[in-house]
Nanobody, 126 residues
Framework: QVRLVESGGGSVQAGGALRLSCAAS????????MGWFRQPPGKEREGVAVISRDGNTRYAESVKGRFTVSKDRTKNTLYLQMNSLKPNDTAMYYCAADRHIFCTRASMAPGEYKDWGQGTQVTVSP
């Protein structure tokens, strides 16, 4: 059974940092493209950072240079390092696994992802 469990969210002041983790079970993250998404209150879910099977990464323009996505195959865990956080980074953050086995290019579109975690809340105060 596929399961994704996020952790590491919390409340920080602007300029602070957080590291989100996503522990996967039921499959190996190296076999699928993986992504981090977020959903601010009252808004649509959006792609934040994604990583392909061979480690190529893509980022939303709003987080480039501040966020870094990575994965640890030995721990079967996906990470999102978030630095220089801003109030508009406030959202529920989700990790997800692409629906395409052996995907070649990670997509930023939530609709391309099949398995989702329950989310972890990130709140950034001014």
């Amino acid at each position: 059974q596929v399961r994704l469990v996020e952790s590491g969210g919390g409340s920080v002041q602007a300029g602070g940092a957080l590291r989100l983790s996503c522990a996967a079970s039921g499959f190996t993250i190296s076999s699928r493209c993986m992504g981090w998404f977020r959903q601010p209150p009252g808004k649509e879910r959006e792609g934040v950072a994604v990583i392909s099977r061979d480690g190529n990464t893509r980022y939303a323009e709003s987080v480039k240079g501040r966020f870094t996505v990575s994965k640890d195959r030995t721990k079967n865990t996906l990470y999102l390092q978030m630095n220089s956080l801003k109030p508009n980074d406030t959202a529920m953050y989700y990790c997800a696994a692409d629906r395409h086995i052996f995907c070649t290019r990670a997509s930023m579109a939530p609709g391309e992802y099949k398995d989702w975690g329950q989310g972890t809340q990130v709140t950034v105060s001014p």
